[in-house]
């Protein structure tokens, strides 16, 4: 189970920005550009399985996965807290020396240097990790190709507002997201 423990400051694209590449002069939409530019970011986040902007997660895991765990969205940035419980209210803290994170794979790994997490609770039933993803906290951090296809897909929704169903992401933005779309080696999309 993963719960978003700190939302992002900061969207990738601002207001400014998006009025500019949409040419638009006027404050009068300035709201519902803002929900354009949001869904924006939802959907291809969505549809990449990755964060732009830093925020905090905590993942909750059966502590019977073994000592790997794949870490979710990526990019990961760093891991904050990794603790083991158990159905009783105990709970260990695993301290840094004791794991490693993998950050060269997507998703991240975490793995536990040596033994299981029983090891450090007797009947441990879970694993809580808490972490960072994103690619940092300013709009800036967020690759360009990236920002660029929220601004057309904020154009399109701008564009086709009056219409109830969202037409296909534009083939541009298709083109940009490519090199961040994950795939398995079997040849379908994670």
């Known amino acids: 189970m993963l719960t978003l423990m700190t939302p992002p400051a900061l969207l990738p694209v601002d207001l400014v920005l998006a009025k500019t590449f949409l040419r638009v002069d006027h404050v009068d939409e300035d709201v519902l550009i803002e929900s354009f530019i949001g869904s924006a970011v939802t959907r291809i ?11 905090t997660y905590r ?27 158990n159905g009783q209210g105990g709970e260990v803290v695993i301290p840094p020396a004791d794991y490693t994170l993998d ?5 991240a790994e975490l793995r536990l240097k040596s033994g299981q997490f029983s090891d450090y609770l007797a009947g441990a039933c879970d694993v809580q990790v808490t972490f960072t993803a994103g690619y940092g906290a300013e709009p800036g951090d967020v690759p360009l190709p990236i920002r660029q296809a929220v601004l057309l897909l904020t154009a399109q929704s701008y564009e086709h507002r009056d219409q109830p169903d969202h037409p296909a992401l534009p083939m541009m933005a298709e083109a940009l997201l490519m090199p961040y779309r994950t795939y398995r080696l079997s040849g379908g999309r994670l």
């Open 103 to 107: 950050l060269r794979r997507e998703p």
């Open 59 to 85: 993942l909750t895991a059966p502590a019977d996965l073994g000592p790997l765990i794949p870490i979710k969205p990526v990019p990961v940035a760093g891991i904050l807290d990794m603790r083991v419980t």
């Open 45 to 55: 986040e969505t549809a990449l399985s990755r964060v732009m902007m830093t925020r």
